[in-house]
């Protein structure tokens, strides 16, 4: 199977260079920027990719990729910082630019050239740099511009290298998707011959040669990610897989029984549900700071993990739902991406736990894995559900946690979901729920004055959580929502609807 590889030089994009490529059919792998040359001909890709990154090419500490790279004769292509680390690396020159450019620009083709292969002259593009390159290499043509760009486009096709000064990823580039088809169809050669059919057999061969005899436990939410693992898990070693569901007590409304209802469904005598709402709520008293209570939660997890384990035979590995995203946005695992927030899955593991990690999803984007799971058989009423944390509730009241609290999110979010569902909204949204904000305010119900709380509505479109914009929701129904929330749940009297979209803030708030 052919493949592309990535050097991550720290973007928020980086992953997003993965699925794109992906999505076109063909692997992608994304690799840490100084990675050996060695290990990158034992992975033997059809091209290589630099990402962009935060850095400046002329820091001091800046990241740099080894210059034998260049020597493999495999094509290189550099986007944004990756393009100016080509101009620094055969001898250009890049300079601080003016005036940042962030945003939309039009594309202007200033020659012909197998990266812009059915590319329309003025085509947008979207930037997002505050270096420029000021000179380019010995050897290198310019093949477009921008306004503010005067390098947009350069080659060297004799050297098997090609630079961009813009983000072909992200989808505000109309033209993104024919220069990634072109670098790696067009230039590359790479055969488009990824797909999940093929996925499931690499990692049921993976799971199977890694596990052994051994006996693996599942930490299932019943969520999409835990769900699809459970089932992929399942087909690579049966019965010797035990899944369990630990209630936290911070779910949503009715959640737990659902989930009980439909796994003992499913997986029988092999799959364990244990409440243990009181011992998180009590660790949880107290914490304002969404890092603590994500750290809390998932040590305590991982510590009742450890305690129910100890039943089961030769049980020596903990799987997990661990997403792309995931990884990408808590820690700096592939290159010097800076650190968002820390996510359950892997943020809040203790250095030392005794069962080893199997995280088969680990490579995936949410759309990726939902289409697994219609191939794995999941049920649409799982596979169809909205993302939901890992901390659950926790994050979702903003600042201490009480039982109060956690009750009153619980009606307000249902009424939201039920109104969605009502009115055939639901699937048209990615991810939907409410929040419990840490203020009052004063209100009348009746003849009386009140002063309760406020909850915010979040709702957002997505493809795989890393961008996102708020969704905008018909005013009837958003009415009827707060209508229903304010006259239904006690202890809210104000409801706000967030139109914040990502970036610049995160789809959780917390």
Same mark, same amino acid.
């Given at each position: 199977?052919?493949?592309?590889?990535?050097?991550?030089?720290?973007?928020?994009?980086?992953?997003?260079?993965?699925?794109?490529?992906?999505?076109?059919?063909?692997?992608?792998?994304?690799?840490?920027?100084?990675?050996?040359?060695?290990?990158?001909?034992?992975?033997?890709?059809?091209?290589?990719?630099?990402?962009?990154?935060?850095?400046?090419?002329?820091?001091?500490?800046?990241?740099?990729?080894?210059?034998?790279?260049?020597?493999?004769?495999?094509?290189?292509?550099?986007?944004?910082?990756?393009?100016?680390?080509?101009?620094?690396?055969?001898?250009?020159?890049?300079?601080?630019?003016?005036?940042?450019?962030?945003?939309?620009?039009?594309?202007?083709?200033?020659?012909?050239?197998?990266?812009?292969?059915?590319?329309?002259? =003025?085509?947008? #593009?979207?930037?997002?740099?505050?270096?420029? /390159? $000021?000179?380019?290499?010995?050897? *290198? +043509?310019? &093949?477009?511009?921008?306004?503010?760009?005067?390098?947009?486009?350069?080659?060297?096709?004799?050297?098997?290298?090609?630079?961009?000064?813009?983000?072909?990823?992200?989808?505000?580039?109309?033209?993104?998707?024919?220069?990634?088809?072109?670098?790696?169809?067009?230039?590359?050669?790479?055969?488009?011959?990824?797909?999940?059919?093929?996925?499931?057999?690499?990692?049921?061969?993976?799971?199977?040669?890694?596990?052994? =005899?051994?006996? #693996?436990?599942?930490?299932?939410?019943?969520? /999409? $990610?835990?769900?699809?693992?459970? *089932? +992929?898990? &399942?087909?690579?070693?049966?019965?010797?897989?035990?899944?369990?569901?630990?209630?936290?007590?911070?779910?949503?409304?009715?959640?737990?029984?659902?989930?009980?209802?439909?796994?003992?469904?499913?997986?029988?005598?092999?799959?364990?549900?244990?409440?243990?709402?009181?011992?998180?709520?009590?660790?949880?008293?107290?914490?304002?700071?969404?890092?603590?209570?994500?750290?809390?939660?998932?040590?305590?997890?991982?510590?009742?993990?450890?305690?129910?384990?100890?039943?089961?035979?030769?049980?020596?590995?903990?799987?997990?739902?661990? +997403?792309?995203?995931?990884?990408?946005?808590?820690?700096?695992?592939?290159?010097?991406?800076?650190?968002?927030?820390?996510?359950?899955?892997?943020?809040?593991?203790?250095?030392?736990?005794?069962?080893?990690?199997?995280?088969?999803?680990?490579?995936?984007?949410?759309?990726?894995?939902?289409?697994?799971?219609?191939?794995?058989?999941?049920?649409?009423?799982?596979?169809?559900?909205?993302?939901?944390?890992?901390?659950?509730?926790?994050?979702?009241?903003?600042?201490?946690?009480?039982?109060?609290?956690?009750?009153?999110?619980?009606?307000?979010?249902?009424?939201?979901?039920?109104?969605?569902?009502?009115?055939?909204?639901?699937?048209?949204?990615?991810?939907?729920?409410?929040?419990?904000?840490?203020?009052?305010?004063?209100?009348?119900?009746?003849?009386?004055?009140?002063?309760?709380?406020?909850?915010?509505?979040?709702?957002?479109?997505?493809?795989?959580?890393?961008?996102?914009?708020?969704?905008?929701?018909?005013?009837?129904?958003?009415?009827?929502?707060?209508?229903?929330?304010?006259?239904?749940?006690?202890?809210?009297?104000?409801?706000?609807?967030?139109?914040?979209?990502?970036?610049?803030?995160?789809?959780?708030?917390?």
């Amino acid at each position: 199977m052919d493949k592309i590889i990535i050097l991550d030089f720290g973007s928020q994009y980086t992953q997003l260079i993965a699925r794109k490529i992906r999505e076109l059919k063909v692997y992608s792998e994304i690799v840490p920027f100084n990675i050996d040359v060695k290990k990158i001909e034992e992975l033997k890709p059809k091209g290589l990719i630099l990402s962009g990154g935060p850095a400046s090419v002329y820091d001091k500490n800046a990241p740099h990729a080894n210059k034998e790279i260049f020597k493999l004769g495999i094509p290189v292509l550099g986007i944004c910082y990756g393009m100016q680390e080509i101009t620094e690396q055969f001898g250009g020159e890049v300079v601080r630019a003016k005036a940042r450019e962030y945003g939309k620009a039009d594309l202007k083709i200033d020659g012909v050239s197998p990266l812009l292969e059915g590319i329309e002259n =003025n085509s947008v #593009v979207w930037m997002s740099h505050g270096d420029k /390159v $000021d000179r380019i290499p010995e050897g *290198f +043509l310019s &093949k477009a511009h921008t306004d503010n760009s005067e390098y947009a486009v350069i080659e060297d096709v004799q050297r098997k290298v090609w630079g961009i000064q813009f983000h072909p990823e992200v989808h505000h580039s109309e033209c993104g998707m024919q220069v990634l088809d072109n670098f790696i169809s067009r230039i590359c050669g790479a055969s488009k011959d990824w797909n999940m059919e093929r996925f499931i057999e690499k990692q049921v061969k993976e799971i199977r040669d890694r596990v052994g =005899n051994d006996n #693996v436990i599942l930490g299932l939410s019943g969520g /999409v $990610d835990s769900t699809v693992t459970c *089932f +992929l898990l &399942k087909k690579a070693i049966g019965d010797r897989l035990y899944s369990i569901y630990i209630d936290t007590g911070l779910m949503r409304k009715n959640e737990t029984d659902l989930i009980n209802e439909t796994f003992r469904s499913l997986l029988g005598e092999h799959y364990v549900s244990i409440d243990e709402s009181k011992l998180f709520i009590e660790r949880l008293k107290g914490i304002e700071n969404p890092e603590k209570k994500r750290k809390i939660i998932g040590e305590t997890f991982i510590r009742v993990f450890e305690r129910t384990a100890s039943k089961f035979k030769d049980a020596k590995y903990l799987a997990q739902g661990t +997403l792309y995203p995931d990884v990408i946005e808590s820690v700096s695992v592939f290159g010097p991406s800076k650190t968002i927030k820390s996510h359950h899955n892997v943020g809040g593991l203790p250095e030392k736990m005794n069962l080893q990690l199997v995280e088969p999803l680990r490579m995936l984007f949410k759309d990726e894995v939902r289409e697994l799971g219609k191939l794995l058989g999941v049920p649409d009423k799982i596979i169809k559900r909205h993302p939901f944390p890992g901390p659950g509730l926790a994050i979702r009241i903003i600042g201490n946690i009480t039982e109060e609290d956690l009750k009153i999110l619980r009606e307000a979010d249902a009424i939201l979901i039920e109104e969605l569902e009502k009115n055939g909204l639901y699937d048209e949204i990615w991810q939907a729920f409410a929040v419990l904000l840490p203020v009052k305010s004063v209100g009348v119900m009746g003849d009386n004055r009140t002063y309760e709380r406020v909850a915010a509505i979040r709702a957002v479109v997505s493809v795989d959580g890393m961008t996102a914009n708020f969704y905008h929701l018909p005013y009837e129904v958003m009415e009827k929502i707060s209508d229903r929330i304010i006259n239904e749940v006690d202890g809210i009297n104000r409801v706000v609807y967030d139109v914040s979209s990502k970036p610049p803030a995160t789809i959780e708030w917390e």
